[in-house]
């Protein structure tokens, strides 16, 4: 079935990317599946991102999940898959993008190449682009506010989970690369 969000909200999601591509259509696509399956409407969300390709903006846009809330995580694994779980509800999926699904279709009339990757993206039967796995644990742990400490060599402040203990200093990671050069 092809995209049933709204054009409008397409081209918002396009302008807010900055461009249209196939890993932008992938995004939309993941986002509907999500808000289809999980029925989005709270902040209760988190989406777990393998990528770090253009779908991501996507997903950002269409579900509200941010880094910045602490419930979109990246984990570059290299692959197009999302995990999507609702923390109130207790459920989730993991969709991996099939990319075998749109590779033999035929292109749309004078449209080749990248167009018409976006033209089957959006108008395949969403079913047939993913691989969908149900999940009933929350992929990560919710977002936890953890001390500032001082890097003793820039000053800087830094959350407690990425200081570096070296030679009886607290150092921040690229302080501590400095020093220690096998990382």
């Given at each position: 079935m092809r995209c049933q969000l709204e054009k409008q909200l397409i081209e918002k999601t396009i302008s807010f990317h900055g461009h249209s591509c196939?890993?932008?259509?992938?995004?939309?696509?993941?986002a509907e599946l999500a808000i289809q399956k999980l029925n989005i409407t709270t902040s209760s969300i988190v989406c777990v991102v393998e990528t770090d390709m253009c779908a991501v903006d996507g997903i950002q846009f269409l579900t509200g999940c941010t880094f910045g809330k602490g419930n979109l995580v990246h984990k570059d694994f290299g692959k197009a898959g999302f995990t999507f779980f609702d923390r109130e509800a207790d459920q989730g999926f993991r969709a991996v993008f099939l990319d075998?699904?749109?590779k033999d279709l035929p292109d749309p009339t004078g449209v080749t190449g990248r167009e018409a990757?976006?033209?089957?993206?959006?108008?395949?039967?969403?079913n047939d682009l993913f691989e969908v796995k149900s999940i009933a644990i929350p992929p990560v742990r919710p977002a936890r506010i953890l001390q500032?400490?001082?890097?003793q060599e820039c000053r800087e402040k830094v959350m407690e989970s990425r200081i570096r203990r070296f030679e009886g200093k607290d150092l921040c990671i690229p302080c501590f690369m400095e020093y220690e050069q096998k990382i």
């Open positions: 196939p890993g932008l259509a992938i995004g939309i696509r993941t075998d699904a749109i990757r976006i033209f089957h993206i959006m108008a395949a039967d969403i500032s400490i001082t890097c």
